[in-house]
């Protein structure tokens, strides 16, 4: 078989996803179109040599919506010949572009994909599309509907983590995160977005807190009690027989920020690669999607790297670092607690806690910090996860070559 | 030719009245005649010497709802689908001639009657506290399938719309008024039929709103936001009271929320195919069967002795004040009954009194009654400790503790006092009867009637027949119920009766798991999603652990004395294990609950006594043996002849203990099932956990035999 490869990633800052956002000023076509030039800039791209853009986004309505792949790469005058696609796997579909790319690559239908996604959820609330999985009631009693935060708050209670567990989990993922920035860690991919004018919108990811504190996330509400006793929580217990009551430990401080963003990944095979001059950076070793149980939701993350790892022959302890996604605090807890993964080998460089969710970015953007941390301290093998929608699990394992 | 079922009059200023009015029967119910009726009425209507059309009934109701009987003969879904299509197509042809149609609510119009009500432009109704608007389809698992659905949500919006149909409760007039679902009040008919008359004349052309061009639903269609956020939350809001038990209320969503995404005539045929699914549904077989058939034929005496005169009780007298005594008090008085209410201190007796005293200031306050009625309805009770006060009583209930000593002694007490005509009545739940008439000298006139706690809320009543209690005496003790506005079945005399005997195997089920080490939670959750009210740990903290080992040791000795053995239930050792330590239930404040101000939650010391297993048992498992248990006692009741008809099984069942409604019942449970798939699924429970799943040998015939327990 025909290996995949990475060639680069780009992303955008990620800007707080409300209306005093940094992005919010953006269009999505604009975040991508600033991508796609950079993307080609690096590298002197023949475009003409790229075959598709696969792109997720989760809430393609309004500007986002009408297939937004094919429109940026027109938008970022490419060749007209690069066609392009949009998809959603929820919050995996930034990581599930790559591993589409990979499969066209691998399977020798395509050679040279753009992977990636984009969000902006600052304009286009998550959720405004709707979908049955909520809004019609046969599905949404059906399937046992809860929001995610109640699912969360679920694991929280089974796993018997307070909510000062969950708290100090959060306060690492900011610390982490802003310890990188300062550091310079991000500037390699972060590609800074400019208006129309030329004038500077955003060039640093803009929800990190360096001077988080327990004491003041100690201050907020709980997000999903209310929400729940009105209902979901029943809900969530009828399938969850031996808990009494949900302690509901996660609030806007521990669960992964509303942002804006996008990223992309070049994916191709080794010829494709040479014939445009790009020196590989990675393969992908394995990927996998699973389906897990939908109302907790967020329990997809360990069976889908139990399944990846199996088919690259690997055990969690042969992976040197990991990017489990923080949608919320107790998925990589949980997660890295199911694999038997130190917590020091988990988002090195924070996560979705400090730096945002831009739901249909996010997996590319997590698998580029994994791919330039594995450089920068020259390990070998990466895994990134995602908790999904609708009880789902996604992972890649990716080797540097 | 037949007498039709609407009445048409051309008044002189052109307005046409059509009178509704079902020959044969008490109430309008829709049904092919009535739809003709109407339908003849629309033909007139389009006429041009009529100018509007005025929908009345000539009966005390405008309209009762559907038809049962006919919708009970229905065996596939066209049928229920034709029919509900046809009686659509002909309401939308009145709404759609352009000549304006008023319903003039005289009485109740619910169901089906409401929604012919919906389909005319305006809708006034007399302002009567007791007249009844709603759409109560759900309650027998049905949706309103008249154009319900459709027109309500387009009407008064897809949220409260939702509520009418989803909770099928009355609408007070003064409600309806406010949410626009009627247009007027009026004070009597005269008042009514002028101002219908007044808004025709108001109104020369009219339409309804959804068909005019630039229709909105009020408050959004499903698309928009604010509605698809209450989409979201409105199944798990549903489930948390039905569990998902009841198909309908999910019928009802989804043909309210697929009905918002498209035009009206599309709605009509949406919902038509979902109120298919619901008649076809064994959910509401069960609940028609049981609620509506079963239960009318007890109100119409089923179960009472023929060939004795109807009988009322003017005076009651009622030995003890406690909470029973006082309970069955207020429900008396309230039906205009004089009450002697009698206890050993006039203290006690005072405090009796005093309960109906709180319940009524509480009606008063929430504008439920009125002082007046309050205090006339005081009036009528008259607490003492002089037993000469009986005098002239038609019965005597005594509601004193469960001893016999004690109630050997009021027996006598009475007795000595009351006619030789009067009925004596014990309100034991668990003595039997027979012997508790020992005491009487006229055990002819004694017999249990059994009331549930809190009385004024509980339906049901359970009459005991003592081996020497006369039919008369079982006559009037069922004339006494039904006066006192409850529902009566009557069982013969055994220890338990029907309903304590069944309802104590359900709480002892869920005892004996835990004895096994099935997790707390994981009962009473299998309890609730069994779809009973409550989950047996917390009913046996409610019912009190120490109540349940002191009625156990007494049955121990009692039979004792009878020279038989008392099996011990593997449930009891958990009740003794609690005593010893003193969680003896709600009372104390603690039993397998801590029982606090913000409610109950599970005593964590639960997990020591009795460890969970690592591997817990399904779901499925559980729920069947907290049925299985109960339907098969109930059974056995039947076979044992202690059960005297399956309706009072069944009702008795449900009105007494809250078995699962949506099952039709404890002995329907299993008819539903079919004698052959219960047998089975019995013995395999019987070979697992023990020989009281054995399935009753009259389930075993009719599954060998075939038949059932039917009507």
Same mark, same amino acid.
């Given at each position: 078989?025909?290996?995949?490869?990475?060639?680069?990633?780009?992303?955008?800052?990620?800007?707080?996803? /409300?209306?005093?956002?940094?992005?919010?000023?953006?269009?999505?076509?604009?975040?991508?179109?600033?991508?796609?030039?950079?993307?080609?800039?690096?590298?002197?791209?023949?475009?003409?040599?790229?075959?598709?853009?696969?792109?997720?986004?989760?809430?393609?309505?309004?500007?986002?919506?009408?297939?937004?792949?094919?429109?940026?790469?027109? !938008?970022?005058?490419?060749?007209?010949?690069?066609?392009?696609?949009?998809?959603?796997?929820?919050?995996?579909?930034?990581?599930?572009?790559?591993?589409?790319?990979?499969?066209?690559?691998?399977?020798?239908?395509?050679?040279?994909?753009?992977?990636?996604?984009?969000?902006?959820?600052?304009?286009?609330?998550?959720?405004?599309?709707?979908?049955?999985?909520?809004?019609?009631?046969?599905?949404?009693?059906?399937?046992?509907?809860?929001?995610?935060?109640?699912?969360?708050?679920?694991?929280?209670?089974?796993?018997?983590?307070?909510?000062?567990?969950?708290?100090?989990?959060?306060?690492?993922?900011?610390?982490?995160?802003?310890?990188?920035?300062? !550091?310079?860690?991000?500037?390699?991919?972060?590609?800074?977005?400019?208006?129309?004018?030329?004038?500077?919108?955003?060039?640093? !990811?803009?929800?990190?807190?360096?001077?988080?504190?327990?004491?003041?996330?100690?201050?907020?509400?709980?997000?999903?009690?209310?929400?729940?006793?009105?209902?979901?929580?029943?809900?969530?217990?009828?399938?969850?027989?031996?808990?009494?009551?949900?302690?509901?430990?996660?609030?806007?401080?521990?669960?992964?920020?509303?942002?804006?963003?996008?990223?992309?990944?070049?994916?191709?095979?080794?010829?494709?690669?040479?014939?445009?001059?790009?020196?590989? &950076?990675?393969?992908?070793?394995?990927?996998?999607?699973?389906?897990?149980?939908?109302?907790?939701?967020?329990?997809?993350?360990?069976?889908?790297? &139990? /399944?990846?790892?199996?088919?690259?022959?690997?055990?969690?302890? !042969?992976?040197?670092?990991?990017?489990?996604?923080?949608?919320?605090?107790?998925?990589?807890?949980?997660?890295?607690?199911?694999?038997?993964?130190?917590?020091?080998?988990?988002?090195?460089?924070?996560?979705?806690?400090?730096?945002?969710?831009?739901?249909?970015?996010?997996?590319?953007?997590?698998?580029?910090?994994?791919?330039?941390?594995?450089?920068?301290?020259?390990?070998?093998?990466?895994?990134?996860?995602?908790?999904?929608?609708?009880?789902?699990?996604?992972?890649?394992?990716?080797?540097?070559? | 030719?037949?007498?039709?079922?609407?009445?048409?009059?051309?008044?002189?200023?052109?307005?046409?009245?059509?009178?509704?009015?079902?020959?044969?029967?008490?109430?309008?119910?829709?049904?092919?005649?009535?739809?003709?009726?109407?339908?003849?009425?629309?033909?007139?209507?389009?006429?041009?010497?009529?100018?509007?059309?005025?929908?009345?009934?000539? %009966?005390?109701?405008?309209?009762?709802?559907?038809?049962?009987?006919?919708?009970?003969?229905?065996?596939?879904?066209?049928?229920?689908?034709?029919?509900?299509?046809?009686?659509?197509?002909?309401?939308?042809?009145?709404?759609?001639?352009?000549?304006?149609?008023?319903?003039?609510?005289?009485?109740?119009?619910?169901?089906?009657?409401?929604?012919?009500?919906?389909?005319?432009?305006?809708?006034?109704?007399?302002?009567?506290?007791?007249?009844?608007?709603?759409?109560? *389809?759900?309650?027998?698992?049905?949706?309103?399938?008249?154009?319900?659905?459709?027109?309500?949500?387009?009407?008064?919006?897809?949220?409260?719309?939702?509520?009418?149909?989803?909770?099928?409760?009355?609408?007070?007039?003064?409600?309806?008024?406010?949410?626009?679902?009627?247009?007027?009040?009026?004070?009597?008919?005269?008042?009514?039929?002028?101002?219908?008359?007044?808004?025709?004349?108001?109104?020369?052309?009219?339409?309804?709103?959804?068909?005019?061009?630039?229709?909105?639903?009020?408050?959004?269609?499903?698309?928009?936001?604010?509605?698809?956020?209450?989409?979201?939350?409105?199944?798990?809001?549903?489930?948390?009271?039905?569990?998902?038990?009841?198909?309908?209320?999910?019928?009802?969503?989804?043909?309210?929320?697929?009905?918002?995404?498209?035009?009206?005539?599309?709605?009509?045929?949406? *919902?038509?195919?979902?109120?298919?699914?619901?008649?076809?549904?064994?959910?509401?077989?069960?609940?028609?069967?049981?609620?509506?058939?079963?239960?009318?034929?007890?109100?119409?005496?089923?179960?009472?002795?023929?060939?004795?005169?109807?009988?009322?009780?003017?005076?009651?007298?009622?030995?003890?004040?406690?909470?029973?005594?006082?309970?069955?008090?207020?429900?008396?008085?309230?039906?205009?009954?004089?009450?002697?209410?009698?206890?050993?201190?006039?203290?006690?007796?005072?405090?009796? %009194?005093?309960?109906?005293?709180?319940?009524?200031?509480?009606?008063?306050?929430?504008?439920?009654?009125?002082?007046?009625?309050?205090?006339?309805?005081?009036?009528?009770?008259?607490?003492?400790?002089?037993?000469?006060?009986?005098?002239?009583?038609?019965?005597?209930?005594?509601?004193?503790?469960?001893?016999?000593?004690?109630?050997?002694?009021?027996?006598?007490?009475?007795?000595?006092?009351?006619?030789?005509?009067?009925?004596?009545?014990?309100?034991?739940?668990?003595?039997?009867?027979?012997?508790?008439?020992?005491?009487?000298?006229?055990?002819?006139?004694?017999?249990?009637?059994?009331?549930?706690?809190?009385?004024?809320?509980?339906?049901?009543?359970?009459?005991?027949?003592?081996?020497?209690?006369?039919?008369?005496?079982?006559?009037?003790?069922?004339?006494?119920?039904?006066?006192?506005?409850?529902?009566?079945?009557?069982?013969?005399?055994?220890?338990?009766?029907?309903?304590?005997?069944?309802?104590?195997?359900?709480?002892?089920?869920?005892?004996?798991?835990?004895?096994?080490?099935?997790?707390?939670?994981?009962?009473?959750?299998?309890?609730?999603?069994?779809?009973?009210?409550?989950?047996?740990?917390?009913?046996?903290? *409610?019912?009190?652990?120490?109540?349940?080992?002191?009625?156990?040791?007494?049955?121990?000795?009692?039979?004792?004395?009878?020279?038989?053995?008392?099996?011990?239930?593997?449930?009891?050792?958990?009740?003794?294990?609690?005593?010893?330590?003193?969680?003896?239930? %709600?009372?104390?404040?603690?039993?397998?609950?801590?029982?606090?101000?913000?409610?109950?939650?599970?005593?964590?010391?639960?997990?020591?006594?009795?460890?969970?297993?690592?591997?817990?048992?399904?779901?499925?498992?559980?729920?069947?043996?907290?049925?299985?248990?109960?339907?098969?006692?109930?059974?056995?009741?039947?076979?044992?002849?202690?059960?005297?008809?399956?309706?009072?099984?069944?009702?008795?069942?449900?009105?007494?203990?809250?078995?699962?409604?949506?099952?039709?019942?404890?002995?329907?449970?299993?008819?539903?099932?079919?004698?052959?798939?219960?047998?089975?699924?019995?013995?395999?429970?019987?070979?697992?956990?023990?020989?009281?799943?054995?399935?009753?040998?009259?389930?075993?015939?009719?599954?060998?035999?075939?038949?059932?327990?039917?009507?």
């Amino acid at each position: 078989m025909t290996h995949a490869y990475l060639y680069d990633h780009v992303r955008t800052p990620r800007g707080k996803g /409300k209306k005093d956002g940094s992005l919010h000023q953006a269009t999505p076509v604009w975040l991508l179109r600033t991508l796609l030039k950079a993307l080609q800039a690096r590298h002197d791209l023949d475009t003409s040599l790229v075959d598709d853009v696969v792109l997720g986004c989760v809430t393609p309505i309004g500007e986002q919506g009408a297939d937004i792949a094919r429109t940026a790469v027109l !938008d970022a005058d490419w060749a007209q010949t690069v066609a392009g696609v949009t998809q959603s796997r929820f919050c995996a579909s930034g990581l599930e572009s790559v591993n589409l790319a990979a499969a066209k690559v691998a399977s020798g239908f395509e050679d040279l994909v753009v992977a990636g996604g984009v969000e902006s959820m600052s304009r286009w609330t998550m959720g405004s599309d709707g979908g049955a999985w909520f809004m019609d009631p046969r599905i949404n009693q059906k399937l046992g509907f809860v929001p995610q935060g109640v699912g969360a708050d679920l694991i929280a209670t089974m796993e018997g983590w307070s909510r000062s567990d969950v708290d100090a989990f959060a306060l690492r993922s900011h610390q982490r995160a802003a310890a990188a920035r300062e !550091d310079g860690r991000f500037v390699r991919s972060i590609v800074p977005v400019h208006d129309i004018a030329g004038l500077p919108m955003l060039a640093v !990811d803009e929800t990190i807190r360096p001077n988080a504190s327990l004491e003041a996330m100690a201050q907020l509400a709980p997000s999903f009690a209310q929400m729940g006793a009105m209902g979901f929580d029943a809900t969530a217990l009828r399938k969850y027989t031996t808990v009494e009551r949900i302690e509901h430990v996660h609030h806007a401080g521990n669960s992964s920020g509303i942002v804006d963003g996008a990223a992309l990944m070049l994916v191709g095979t080794k010829e494709a690669g040479a014939r445009s001059g790009l020196r590989p &950076r990675a393969r992908v070793r394995a990927a996998a999607v699973i389906g897990s149980e939908p109302t907790i939701m967020l329990t997809g993350p360990t069976p889908a790297c &139990r /399944k990846a790892l199996a088919k690259a022959g690997m055990q969690p302890r !042969d992976v040197d670092l990991w990017e489990i996604n923080e949608a919320f605090a107790v998925v990589p807890m949980k997660t890295a607690r199911d694999l038997g993964i130190d917590l020091d080998r988990v988002n090195v460089n924070g996560g979705a806690i400090a730096m945002g969710h831009p739901l249909g970015a996010t997996g590319c953007v997590i698998l580029g910090t994994l791919l330039d941390e594995l450089e920068r301290r020259d390990l070998a093998t990466g895994a990134a996860t995602l908790c999904v929608g609708g009880g789902m699990g996604i992972a890649t394992i990716i080797e540097r070559v | 030719m037949s007498t039709p079922a609407v009445t048409l009059t051309l008044e002189s200023d052109g307005i046409l009245v059509a009178a509704m009015d079902l020959p044969g029967r008490p109430m309008n119910v829709v049904g092919d005649a009535l739809m003709e009726g109407i339908d003849a009425a629309v033909r007139r209507l389009s006429e041009p010497d009529v100018k509007g059309l005025i929908l009345s009934s000539a %009966k005390a109701d405008f309209c009762a709802g559907g038809d049962l009987d006919r919708m009970s003969k229905w065996t596939t879904p066209q049928e229920p689908f034709e029919a509900s299509m046809a009686m659509k197509s002909v309401l939308r042809r009145l709404e759609k001639t352009g000549k304006p149609v008023v319903a003039a609510i005289n009485g109740h119009a619910l169901g089906g009657g409401l929604e012919i009500a919906l389909a005319c432009h305006a809708r006034i109704a007399i302002d009567d506290p007791r007249l009844k608007l709603g759409q109560p *389809e759900v309650k027998l698992g049905l949706l309103p399938g008249g154009g319900g659905t459709a027109r309500l949500s387009r009407l008064v919006g897809i949220q409260q719309a939702l509520q009418i149909c989803a909770e099928g409760n009355d609408i007070p007039v003064a409600k309806a008024l406010g949410m626009g679902l009627l247009a007027d009040t009026a004070k009597d008919r005269a008042d009514l039929m002028a101002k219908a008359r007044a808004w025709i004349e108001a109104n020369p052309k009219a339409a309804q709103p959804w068909d005019l061009p630039k229709f909105r639903f009020p408050g959004g269609d499903s698309r928009s936001p604010a509605v698809v956020q209450m989409w979201t939350i409105a199944p798990s809001i549903a489930s948390a009271k039905s569990q998902g038990n009841y198909p309908a209320v999910q019928h009802i969503m989804s043909a309210i929320f697929e009905g918002g995404l498209v035009d009206f005539d599309n709605a009509c045929v949406i *919902e038509s195919r979902y109120f298919a699914a619901c008649v076809m549904s064994p959910e509401s077989r069960n609940m028609i069967h049981t609620l509506w058939y079963q239960l009318n034929a007890i109100k119409k005496g089923a179960s009472r002795p023929q060939g004795v005169a109807a009988s009322t009780v003017r005076r009651l007298g009622i030995l003890g004040a406690g909470m029973m005594g006082a309970g069955i008090a207020y429900a008396a008085a309230k039906v205009g009954i004089v009450v002697v209410l009698l206890d050993t201190t006039m203290e006690a007796a005072e405090r009796g %009194k005093a309960y109906s005293q709180g319940l009524l200031d509480k009606a008063v306050k929430r504008g439920r009654s009125t002082a007046d009625k309050r205090d006339a309805l005081l009036a009528r009770i008259t607490p003492t400790t002089d037993y000469s006060l009986l005098a002239g009583c038609d019965l005597v209930i005594e509601a004193v503790f469960e001893d016999r000593e004690i109630k050997a002694d009021v027996t006598r007490k009475a007795e000595a006092v009351i006619g030789a005509g009067a009925v004596f009545a014990s309100n034991t739940s668990t003595l039997p009867i027979t012997g508790l008439a020992r005491a009487s000298q006229r055990p002819a006139n004694f017999l249990g009637l059994h009331f549930f706690s809190p009385v004024d809320k509980m339906p049901l009543v359970e009459i005991i027949v003592g081996q020497q209690t006369s039919p008369e005496t079982l006559a009037r003790g069922f004339d006494f119920v039904l006066q006192i506005g409850k529902t009566p079945i009557v069982v013969n005399d055994s220890r338990g009766f029907y309903t304590s005997r069944v309802f104590a195997t359900y709480v002892m089920e869920g005892l004996t798991m835990l004895q096994e080490g099935v997790h707390p939670r994981h009962i009473e959750a299998a309890g609730l999603q069994a779809g009973m009210p409550m989950p047996p740990l917390a009913l046996q903290d *409610e019912v009190s652990l120490s109540l349940s080992l002191h009625v156990a040791e007494q049955t121990r000795k009692d039979m004792a004395v009878e020279g038989k053995t008392f099996a011990e239930h593997p449930g009891l050792a958990v009740i003794r294990r609690m005593c010893e330590i003193g969680r003896i239930g %709600k009372k104390a404040g603690k039993g397998f609950y801590d029982w606090g101000e913000g409610g109950r939650s599970l005593w964590p010391g639960l997990a020591g006594m009795f460890p969970a297993a690592p591997q817990q048992p399904d779901q499925r498992e559980l729920i069947d043996r907290l049925m299985f248990v109960q339907a098969n006692e109930a059974a056995r009741c039947l076979q044992e002849g202690v059960l005297r008809s399956v309706a009072d099984g069944n009702i008795g069942s449900i009105f007494g203990w809250g078995f699962a409604p949506f099952q039709g019942g404890a002995l329907q449970f299993i008819d539903a099932m079919g004698a052959k798939a219960f047998v089975a699924r019995a013995r395999e429970l019987a070979a697992r956990h023990g020989e009281r799943f054995e399935p009753a040998a009259k389930v075993v015939a009719q599954a060998e035999e075939g038949g059932r327990f039917g009507l």
